[in-house]
Every structure is written in C-alpha cells, then in structure tokens.
C-alpha cells in the first residue's frame, strides 16, 4: 500500500522557520523524483520544488527559490522541504508528491498534506 504521509506543519510567526517531512512506503522510492506543492485557501495547487529520484538535483518555482530547500533521505525514504523566513503568503497546505514515469505512462502519488498557517 502507497503511502505518503506529511508533518512537520503548523503555526509560526512571520519570519520564522519550519522543516517539513514527508515519509513514503510502499513503492521503490529511489526510483521517484520527490516534489512539494502547496494549496492557499481559495487558490489552486502549486507546484512549489522537486530533487531527481537519481543524482538529487533540485528546482525551485521562482517565488521561493531563496527561502526553501528541498532534500531527501534515501535510507530512510524521507523528504523534506526546509522552509525559512516564512511568510504570511506562504500559509498553504503543503503536499508531497512522488513521481516517475513508466511505459504505460506517468505515476504519480499523493500526501495528504500538512497545514502551515505563518501569522502573528
């Protein structure tokens, strides 16, 4: 069974830092590329960074290039998104995501997401 399961939400202030973590079981999660999106409340899913499944490269979605940073942990099938000077406009719901694409087509797999609320 398939599971990614987010934490590391919640509530900080303004200019504080979260580290989020995402754990997967039940697929090969060397062979997935690892991405985080996030969801503000009223507003559509966006895709926020992603590290290769092979030589852990990394992209960022402009807006949060400087701020976020996107890793894995191989050994223990565990991505994170390190998150400093947040802001309120980073209040979202953060999702994880597990990709690759085979044959038949794309694969793709979903958290369920954690609640970052940045407000004072």
């Known amino acids: 069974q398939v599971q990614l399961v987010e934490s590391g939400g919640g509530l900080v202030q303004p200019g504080g830092s979260l580290r989020l973590s995402c754990a997967a079981s039940g697929f090969t999660f060397t062979n997935y590329a690892m991405r985080w999106f996030r969801q503000a409340p009223g507003k559509e899913r966006l895709w926020v960074a992603t590290?290769?499944?092979?030589?852990?490269?990394?992209i960022y979605a402009g807006s949060v290039k400087d701020r976020f940073t996107i890793s894995r942990d191989n050994a223990k099938n565990t991505v994170y998104l390190q998150i400093n000077s947040l802001k309120p406009e980073d209040t979202a719901v953060y999702y994880c995501s597990a990709g690759r694409v085979l044959g038949s087509g794309p694969v793709t797999y979903w958290g369920q997401g954690t609640q970052v609320t940045v407000s004072s």
């Open positions: 590290i290769s499944a092979t030589d852990m490269s990394t």
